[in-house]
């Protein structure tokens, strides 16, 4: 039984089970118990508070963890990072108050910095030579300035919204982060196994987003053109049809260039253009 250690509410948790759920994973939707068992794959999940995951996966309290990288960089816990899952993406950044002339990442220098994140702001400060005060606070670090705590903030930025509702504005952008799956160093070879199987499903998963299964009739007098614009994974699949002219094209797209290759696709006679969404896929 691998047990992952899973951020008990928030837009991880969220992004987290809804992963687990596309993988075919069922776990039960209360969390009113810490420990939850999945009722059809080798796996249970344990709630816990962010910044205690990495060091539960480092200490063997949970085999593996879905932890931000932001909180991972933080607490600095000896553990694997197994996969990076390309959600909850987001920024660590350095903020002051709009009014203020920024002349460049020296005006920090002498400066007292608000954040829940000290020892990345640390770290950082002291690479580049500056030397700052941190004041750490674990809450609402976004106020810190409007009320004389600090002359600027160092947090999570994602639209920029808060800072902008708190006259701030982002200066200095020091880490991007994104969800990671970390784990534990001396994982036992049957956890391992089980947690290959956890990272097929995944893959699956992620390989599918954005992409549309796509079938069109196309004329055989155009067909060669037609393949050049498909940025198919390998060579499209081609079907011939009763009208010997014809064929049906089945190829997998993108959806960031979808709309410009299907008007492409119709100005060189392809026709009945049917479009699917994909749910997994195994390269």
């Not at 990288?69 to 553990?79: I, M, S, T, W």
């Not at 400066?111 to 941190?134: D, V, W």
């Not at 253009?273 to 390269?283: D, R, S």
Request: charged share 30%.
């Amino acid at each position: 039984m691998l047990r992952i250690a899973v951020q008990s509410k928030g837009r991880l948790y969220e992004d987290t089970i809804h992963l687990l759920a596309e993988a075919d994973i069922k776990i039960s939707s209360t969390r009113r118990t810490l420990l939850v068992q999945s009722s059809n794959f080798p796996i249970e999940v344990l709630y816990l508070r962010d910044d205690d995951i990495p060091q539960s996966v480092a200490s063997g309290v949970a085999d593996v963890g879905v932890v931000g990288e932001n909180e991972f960089e933080e607490r600095g816990e000896d553990a694997d990072v197994v996969e990076r899952l390309g959600f909850s993406k987001c920024r660590l950044s350095l903020a002051i108050p709009k009014e203020v002339n920024y002349t460049g990442l020296e005006w920090f220098d002498g400066k007292k910095i608000a954040t829940s994140y000290p020892n990345i702001l640390r770290r950082f400060m002291e690479k580049k030579g500056i030397n700052i005060e941190i004041h750490v606070i674990t809450g609402s670090v976004e106020i810190s300035p409007g009320i004389g705590l600090a002359d600027g903030i160092f947090d999570i930025v994602s639209s920029g919204s808060t800072l902008v509702s708190n006259n701030l504005r982002e200066v200095e952008v020091v880490m991007q982060s994104e969800a990671l799956l970390i784990g534990n160093k001396q994982m036992s070879e049957e956890k391992k196994a089980v947690l290959q199987e956890l990272l097929f499903r995944i893959s699956a998963v992620r390989q599918a987003e954005d992409k549309k299964y796509v079938r069109m009739n196309v004329p055989r007098s155009r067909l060669k053109e037609i393949v050049d614009v498909l940025p198919g994974l390998k060579s499209p699949t081609i079907i011939p049809l009763a009208d010997e002219e014809w064929c049906c094209v089945h190829t997998v797209l993108d959806q960031r260039r979808f709309w410009e290759i299907i008007g492409r696709l119709k100005e060189l006679g392809a026709q009945g253009i049917l479009v699917t969404p994909i749910e997994k896929m195994i390269l």
